[in-house]
Structures are given as structure tokens and as C-alpha cells.
């Protein structure tokens, strides 16, 4: 149970946390959107597709909004709600890892054979000397 909330805990504040970081690297700044970035791009993209101007309400006018002045107290409230949840869920997942069996008594787990070893081909008749 601690698990699963320490990794909502952490779910939250990741997503919270790189709202800002991946908008900046994208291109989308407080001081505008950057020269030669994605958010560049998408933005001339935007412009071609309108007839040369950004439509109000279009994604590239929501993320330049939030990469200027950030998400508001109820956006972050429920992006880290969506974290939390997400983070929950991946905490609560089984391990990827098989557990190991345990040695009975004083028994060597290593280098034991399996098994008979392999035996050899069998020789085809097309080829005997």
C-alpha cells in the first residue's frame, strides 16, 4: 500500500512538474515562442492552414498561453490528479522480475547439469564414405 502511494505521490508531481519543462523545450517560452523550435513550426503550420493568422483557441494559442503564463491552480489540480491515478496504477503492477527458487539445504544451485547432454547429429546417408 505505501508503494502504490508513494508512487502516486511521485505520478503527481511529475506530471505537474514537466508540463513546464517540455512546453519550454518545445519552444514554447515566457518570452514568446523561440526561432527554429517545434512551437515555431506548428505555429507557421497554423498560420498556412488559417489564411495566415493563429485562430484563437488552437492548440499552438493554448500551449504558447501556458508556456507564457503556466497552468492555472485548478489545470494543475487536475493534471496531478490524473498523475496520481496514473502513478498508482504503474505502482501497483507486479514486478517484471520472476522470483528466484529457493536452495533446498546445502544443494549447489549452479553449474548442476539438467539433464542427459546432447547428443550428437545423426549422420545422413547421402553423405557416408
Known amino acids: 500500500m505505501m508503494k502504490q502511494a508513494a508512487a502516486a505521490a511521485v ?4 506530471a505537474v512538474g514537466a508540463v513546464p519543462v517540455v512546453l519550454n523545450a518545445m519552444g514554447f517560452t ?10 515555431a513550426k506548428m505555429m507557421s ?12 483557441g488552437s492548440l499552438v494559442a493554448i500551449l504558447q498561453s501556458v508556456g507564457a503564463a503556466g497552468l492555472s491552480t485548478s489545470s494543475n489540480i487536475l493534471l496531478a490528479s490524473a498523475g496520481s491515478v496514473l502513478g498508482a496504477c504503474l505502482g501497483n503492477s507486479p514486478s517484471s522480475l520472476p522470483p528466484e527458487p529457493e536452495a533446498k539445504g546445502n544443494e549447489a544451485t549452479e553449474n548442476v547439469p539438467q539433464g542427459e547432454p546432447p547428443k550428437p547429429p545423426l549422420k545422413s546417408e547421402e553423405h557416408e564414405e
Not at 515566457?30 to 512551437?39: L, M, T
Not at 503550420?45 to 484563437?56: D, L, T
Request: hydrophobic residues 60%; without cysteine.
Open 11 to 14: 505520478g503527481g508531481a511529475l
Open 30 to 39: 515566457g518570452a514568446g515562442i523561440a526561432a527554429s523550435s517545434i512551437a
Open 45 to 56: 503550420a497554423a498560420a498556412i492552414a488559417n489564411g495566415g493568422g493563429v485562430s484563437a
